[in-house]
């Protein structure tokens, strides 16, 4: 009996040894690191999509791609910021600011981080914008401090 826990006792301890040893190979300590704290590739600010809710139809209408003027009280926006880079790319320091004015009134600013790139390498963050709007509409998108993306619709109210 002495002998079998002798022995068991040795074994264990093999193992034990064995996973430290391997814990500590450069390979093993980048499998294991969080995916928030790799190093994520050059990602960019690539667009800004808006698409307008109708509150009178209770849905979504085509993306407004023109820069026409725009008259509807009952119109609110749904902001999509494009994101672009490695497919498969996260970083937990990607910081997106975006921001909104109407005329020069702000109307809304959302901080956010940048989610998990999708297999196109794409990530879109949404931002609701409630209407109606009378004036020119500024959008702003900013990634870490670089230039801004801006998008403008020149919304007014009246005759």
Not at 50 to 59: E, L
Not at 81 to 99: H, R
Not at 142 to 158: D, H, I, M, S
Request: include cysteine.
């Amino acid at each position: 009996m002495t002998f079998s826990l002798t022995r068991t006792v040795a074994q264990w301890t093999a193992v034990w040894l064995l996973a430290g040893v391997c814990s500590l190979s450069p390979l093993s300590q980048t499998a294991n690191k969080p995916a928030g704290n790799r190093a994520a590739g050059a990602m960019k600010l690539t667009a800004i999509k808006i698409k307008p809710y109708n509150a009178s139809a209770g849905a979504l209408a085509d993306e407004i791609t023109a820069d026409g003027y725009h008259n509807a009280l009952e119109l609110s926006l749904l902001v999509l910021v494009e994101v672009t880079g490695k497919p498969g790319d996260f970083s937990a320091n990607q910081k997106l600011i975006v921001t909104a004015t109407e005329g020069t009134k702000p109307v809304l600013t959302r901080r956010a981080t940048v989610g998990l790139l999708n297999d196109k390498g794409r990530f879109y963050a949404p931002v609701w914008l409630y209407g109606p709007f009378c004036r020119p509409l500024t959008i702003k998108a900013q990634l870490n401090g670089a230039a801004p993306l801006t998008r403008k619709v020149p919304f007014q109210c009246g005759e």
